[in-house]
């Protein structure tokens, strides 16, 4: 059964998907690096491979999707995480680093090991 959508369409709907993953994702990076809690896109677009625009676009389908909350500072529209929000993005920064956080082969976490066996590293190492 074919999509009711014709091609660009779904290049649209995917990149609004991409859009929102990495705004979300950018908020829980941003807020993990002490940088704040409150998001809006002129504090977003430095991370980011779009224009304010996208990103505004991006919170607002955020925001109605429950992952966000809407807040007024001064004349500027932003965005704080939902308790849901903060999980989801934790989640998506996870999936995405998750390569990068292991231990290299052979390097081992604090206490994983006894002197030369280094069974217990997790790397699958036979060291």
């Given at each position: 059964?074919?999509?009711?959508?014709?091609?660009?369409?779904?290049?649209?709907?995917?990149?609004?998907?991409?859009?929102?993953?990495?705004?979300?994702?950018?908020?829980?990076?941003?807020?993990?690096?002490?940088?704040?809690?409150?998001?809006?896109?002129?504090?977003?677009?430095?991370?980011?491979?779009?224009?304010?625009?996208?990103?505004?676009?991006?919170?607002?389908?955020?925001?109605e999707q429950?992952?966000?909350?809407?807040?007024?500072l001064g004349s500027t529209l932003s965005y704080k995480f939902t308790a849901t929000g903060k999980k989801e993005g934790g989640r998506l920064f996870n999936a995405s680093f998750a390569d990068l956080q292991k231990s290299s082969h052979g390097e081992c976490a604090a206490g994983c090991c006894d002197g030369d066996d280094h069974s217990a590293c997790g790397d699958g190492c036979s060291l």
């Amino acid at each position: 059964m074919g999509s009711s959508l014709n091609r660009n369409q779904q290049t649209n709907e995917l990149d609004r998907l991409v859009n929102r993953e990495e705004v979300l994702e950018i908020c829980y990076w941003y807020q993990g690096e002490g940088f704040g809690d409150v998001y809006n896109s002129l504090s977003m677009n430095t991370f980011l491979k779009c224009d304010n625009d996208a990103i505004d676009d991006a919170f607002l389908e955020l925001s109605e999707q429950g992952f966000l909350e809407a807040i007024e500072l001064g004349s500027t529209l932003s965005y704080k995480f939902t308790a849901t929000g903060k999980k989801e993005g934790g989640r998506l920064f996870n999936a995405s680093f998750a390569d990068l956080q292991k231990s290299s082969h052979g390097e081992c976490a604090a206490g994983c090991c006894d002197g030369d066996d280094h069974s217990a590293c997790g790397d699958g190492c036979s060291l």
